[in-house]
């Protein structure tokens, strides 16, 4: 037996049938028979069966022959539509390679159709553009719309001429005679408008503003005939330079009758002698030496006044007003200025022009203007002695030339340096003769009648003020180098008339009062510590403390000296010089406390008549007072030291608190 016949008994035996039959001890032979029994029987069974259901099988047969039949024929229809369906799609797709040839096509003539539509559009001349341009007045706006139209067609012509387009010939007669005819028109139009500006009275803004609402007229002129634009431009030019040259001519004569009929002269210098008729609280007036040096409201020019409307000669004229110089000069240079900025803007935008076309142009129209109104300054500042109206002037000029700066006009900027080149020099020559006439003052003729304020230091100290002030803004480092040359000068000055006097006290009050006067002017006119007053506010403290010192001397003398070699002795240990000075330190104790009130009285009463300026008495007063009363202390302290703190004699000594005390009767109430 093989393996394989093996596996399939043992396979069989795992049955469940053949373990039953195993199991109940039967003999297989006649259990197989008994199964090949009933295998027979089930046999017949299912004959029989299939017999009975005989019919229904046929019936079942013809039916599925029927369908069978049926299946067939729906095979042949589908393939028949599939067959139909490939042809179709084939179709389509001719369709739809047709659909994309003919939108081709249609996109072609449409781009083609586009092009030639735009250019005949382009090209043609249309009857409104003909009756406009031959017809209608240059100042409507249906001119301008249509000369905007010809201006493009002329460039469109030409551009087509230029890639030999036949039909630009059948245009071009028709558009060149148009350009011809509007040309004409518009160089009519333009020398009509500028002759109105040489209209008496003629206000020229109003043409201008015309023109410049019409400038692509200009511009079409540029485009198409240079000539006619040029001659526009060179008449423009010379009608506005005439203008120009006639109105600021005409109105700076004007306004020159309009100033004071007497100014500075050379008698007007820091060290000129006053003359008595005219002291320095005489009414201010130009007319006067003294408004030389003080500048009152003169300064309002810089501010208040900068941009004031200009004066007007014949209305001033009627009430018979008069002015100071640099308020003429404000007013010619802001007519200047505003006259020059509209016309350097306009030049620019009606012109078409950059910077530097702008400036040369701005320049053939004011170039003769200017030079007439820097030769009027120069004709003026040559002779005039008025520094504070030349420094003036200069801070007038560096103010509109920053705001032609801010006007975004700069062709100004040479007259500037043209002024400024006239306006320092007199300036700083000026100023040196001030510098010079102090310097040569003759004290020895012209010595000082009391203590009180020399006129040429209140002269001085009005006229560093001013400057000064001015100067502040906008500060010019060659003003403060002569002005350091004039202070020193005046300083020197201060000194010799002090010499004049012949006792020290009186020359102390002298220096004092001089130097609180211009201490006082220039830190009252001034906004911020300058060198001036900072130099003269030391001098004073130091004259203030020697005159103070000199002042209780008069009446402490020998306290105070005797107080001070006390002092060295004690540091240096010598007790038995101290104690061989009883005697006189007794006599000091009995002179100090008999006198010392009515020393006081006389030192206040001393003091206050010394000076002019009650404010100034009375601080010298106070610090008299103080150093008084350090001084007593002091004398107090070395009595209080043995040996000498035994002497009788300082029973008498009054307590300090009774001289502090009696000090504070002297206190201000202000």
């Known amino acids: 037996m093989s393996h394989s016949e093996d596996d399939n008994l043992q396979d069989h035996l795992q049955e469940d049938i053949v373990k039953e039959a195993?199991?109940?001890?039967?003999?297989?032979?006649?259990?197989?028979?008994?199964?090949?029994?009933?295998?027979?029987?089930?046999?017949?069974?299912?004959?029989?069966?299939?017999?009975?259901?005989?019919?229904?099988?046929?019936?079942?047969?013809?039916?599925?022959?029927?369908?069978?039949?049926?299946?067939?024929r729906m095979e042949n229809l589908l393939l028949s539509f599939q067959t139909d369906l490939g042809s179709i799609s084939s179709e389509i797709l001719t369709l739809q390679q047709e659909s994309v040839d003919m939108n081709l096509r249609l996109k072609n003539r449409q781009s083609v159709r586009g092009e030639l539509s735009q250019f005949v559009d382009d090209l043609v001349v249309t009857e409104q553009l003909i009756t406009t341009i031959m017809e209608t007045p240059v100042s409507e706006q249906q001119f301008l719309e249509q000369l905007q139209v010809l201006d493009h067609k002329i460039e469109f012509l030409k551009e087509q001429s230029f890639r030999e387009a036949r039909a630009a010939q059948d245009v071009k007669d028709v558009l060149e005679k148009l350009k011809i005819k509007a040309v004409a028109k518009i160089r009519e139009y333009f020398l009509l408008k500028i002759n109105q500006f040489k209209k008496p009275l003629a206000n020229y803004q109003i043409p201008q503003n015309a023109m410049l609402r019409f400038k692509f007229y200009f511009q079409f002129l540029q485009k198409v005939n240079r000539e006619v634009a040029?001659?526009?431009?060179e008449e423009y030019i010379e009608t506005m330079s005439k203008i120009m040259f006639s109105y600021f001519k005409s109105y700076s004569g004007r306004l020159a009758k309009l100033q004071f009929e007497e100014s500075a002269s050379r008698e007007d210098l820091l060290g000129a002698e006053e003359s008595q008729s005219k002291g320095f609280f005489f009414k201010p007036s130009l007319k006067n030496k003294t408004t030389v040096f003080s500048v009152g409201s003169r300064d309002e020019v810089l501010s208040a006044e900068l941009e004031a409307p200009i004066i007007v000669p014949h209305a001033q004229q009627k009430t018979d007003q008069r002015y100071?110089?640099?308020?003429?000069?404000?007013?010619?240079?802001?007519?200047?200025?505003?006259?020059?900025c509209r016309e350097f803007l306009f030049i620019s935008e009606f012109f078409m022009l950059d910077t530097n076309t702008a400036q040369e142009l701005f320049n053939n129209i004011f170039g003769k203007t200017l030079s007439v109104l820097v030769k009027q300054a120069d004709s003026f500042i040559s002779d005039s002695f008025d520094c504070l109206s030349v420094f003036l002037c200069i801070h007038l000029v560096q103010r509109y030339q920053l705001l032609c700066h801010k006007r975004c006009v700069g062709g100004l900027d040479?007259?500037?340096?043209?002024?400024?080149?006239?306006?320092?020099?007199?300036?700083?020559?000026?100023?040196q003769m001030n510098i010079v006439s102090v310097r040569e003052f003759d004290t020895t003729r012209r010595r000082p009648a009391d203590v009180r304020p020399h006129y040429s230091t209140r002269r001085y100290a009005e006229f560093s003020a001013a400057m000064v002030g001015i100067n502040e803004t906008f500060p010019h480092e060659q003003?403060?180098?002569?002005?350091?040359?004039?202070?020193?000068e005046v300083e020197g000055l201060i000194l010799r008339l002090a010499s004049q006097f012949p006792t020290r006290k009186e020359q102390l009050l002298f220096l004092i009062n001089?130097?609180?006067?211009?201490?006082?002017?220039?830190?009252?006119?001034t906004k911020d510590d300058s060198k001036e007053s900072e130099t003269f506010r030391e001098q004073l403290k130091t004259r203030s403390e020697e005159f103070v010192s000199l002042v209780l001397e008069n009446h402490f003398g020998h306290l105070i000296q005797w107080s001070k070699e006390a002092e060295r002795k004690l540091d240096a240990g010598d007790l038995e010089g101290l104690r061989a000075e009883e005697k006189r330190v007794?006599?000091?104790i009995g002179d100090f406390s008999r006198d010392w009130k009515k020393s006081l009285d006389s030192i206040n009463g001393e003091i206050l008549s010394s000076f002019p300026n009650l404010k100034l008495g009375t601080s010298l007063l106070q610090q008299a007072l103080t150093t008084l009363v350090q001084y007593y202390h002091r004398f107090s302290r070395v009595l209080g030291v043995a040996p000498l703190s035994q002497i009788a004699a300082t029973g008498q000594l009054i307590n300090i608190h009774q001289l502090m005390v009696e000090v504070k009767r002297y206190k201000p109430n202000f």
């Not at 299912?46 to 005989?54: F, G, L, N, R, V």
């Not at 003003?479 to 020193?488: D, I, K, P």
């Open 22 to 72: 195993l199991a109940s001890g039967q003999d297989l032979r006649e259990y197989s028979k008994q199964v090949e029994v009933e295998l027979a029987s089930c046999e017949q069974a299912s004959i029989q069966d299939y017999i009975s259901q005989a019919g229904n099988i046929a019936q079942l047969h013809t039916q599925i022959s029927s369908c069978d039949g049926i299946l067939a």
């Open 230 to 233: 040029s001659e526009v431009r």
């Open 324 to 340: 100071p110089h640099e308020m003429l000069f404000r007013s010619v240079q802001y007519a200047l200025v505003d006259n020059a």
């Open 414 to 431: 040479r007259y500037w340096e043209n002024l400024n080149g006239v306006l320092w020099p007199r300036l700083s020559n000026v100023m």
């Open 479 to 488: 003003m403060n180098r002569l002005l350091a040359m004039l202070q020193e």
């Open 514 to 525: 001089n130097y609180d006067l211009v201490m006082s002017i220039v830190i009252e006119r």
């Open 586 to 588: 007794s006599n000091i």
